[in-house]
Nanobody
């Protein structure tokens, strides 16, 4: 199983980025997908998740209204559209997959990607 995250980079505050996470080695449409982030010296935080079936989403309060998660099952890819970025959004962003839960708890997810760095300059 491989989860390959991409799309990170350096962006100014107020800007936008779209992260992608392409999955191989499992039946993507059967899995709930989560996005998490970890800033230096901090714990891994939940960003948002999307369910496998109806595609309903959930978000951390800190990103609601700014970030959007969507998926393309035909491309085995989940996306994280990030708008109105703030300096506090700077972190390594990782995607994760779980067949049972669309959870905010990272320990629920057995499969993880390697992460992509997002740096927001103020």
């Amino acid at each position: 199983v491989q989860l390959q995250a991409s799309g990170g980079g350096l962006v100014q505050a107020g800007g936008s980025l779209r992260l992608s996470c392409t999955v191989s080695g499992l039946t993507f449409s059967s899995y709930n997908m989560g996005w998490f982030r970890q800033a230096p010296g901090k714990e891994r935080d939940f960003v948002g998740a999307i369910r496998r079936s109806e595609g309903s989403t959930s978000y951390a309060d800190s990103v609601k209204g700014r970030f959007t998660i969507f998926r393309d099952n035909a491309k085995n890819t989940v996306y994280l559209q990030m708008n109105s970025l703030k300096s506090e959004d700077t972190a390594v962003y990782s995607c994760a997959a779980d067949i049972f839960y669309s959870s905010s708890r990272p320990e629920r997810y057995p499969y993880w990607g390697q992460g992509t760095q997002v740096t927001v300059s103020s």
